[in-house]
């Protein structure tokens, strides 16, 4: 069952980040201020499904990963803790605070800094999860191949 969740999870959590990432671009630099709006107070909505798929694949991953050894499940081990700290300090903070400033109207100068900040932990994390997915995908690939 964790050989199933680990990879479905992980998809979606990529997949909701990217959602996130393209649709707050999208909208700033092709969209009006409604639009705005409404991307930047739905993507807190979205948590509902990122958090969960992220203790998912953050959990199946160590059960997986325990009794596995190798430079790939080190580089994985290493970039979790990243990832997990990038979004509950910076992404979550900044998606909570972005989506109020934007109700309010208020697009000054701190909702743009802010913005180019989550912009910026976003890639950073949809760089850090794309990387796990590729190991893990490498990992899989090389246990396939291995006589039994």
Same mark, same amino acid.
């Given at each position: 069952? !964790?050989? #199933?969740?680990?990879? #479905? $999870?992980? %998809? #979606? %959590? +990529?997949?909701t980040i990217l959602t996130f990432w393209l649709a707050t671009v999208l909208s700033? +630099?092709? %969209?009006? !201020? $409604?639009?705005i709006v409404t991307v930047?107070? +739905?993507i807190p909505w979205g948590f509902l499904v990122l958090v969960p798929a992220l203790m998912a694949v953050g959990g199946s991953g160590f059960r997986l990963g325990r009794k596995m050894r190798g430079p790939l499940i080190t580089a994985k081990t290493k970039r979790m803790p990243f990832i997990a700290a990038n979004g509950i300090l910076i992404l979550i903070p900044s998606a909570l605070y972005l989506s109020f400033k934007a109700q309010a109207g208020a697009f000054d100068t701190a909702f743009y800094v802010v913005q180019v900040v989550e912009l910026c932990a976003g890639a950073v994390n949809l760089t850090l999860l794309g990387l796990n997915m590729r190991d893990g995908l490498r990992l899989t690939a090389k246990r396939r191949r291995k006589p039994v």
């Open positions: 069952m !964790t050989k #199933i969740l680990h990879p #479905i $999870a992980g %998809a #979606i %959590a +990529l997949l700033e +630099l092709f %969209a009006g !201020t $409604a639009t930047k107070s +739905l």
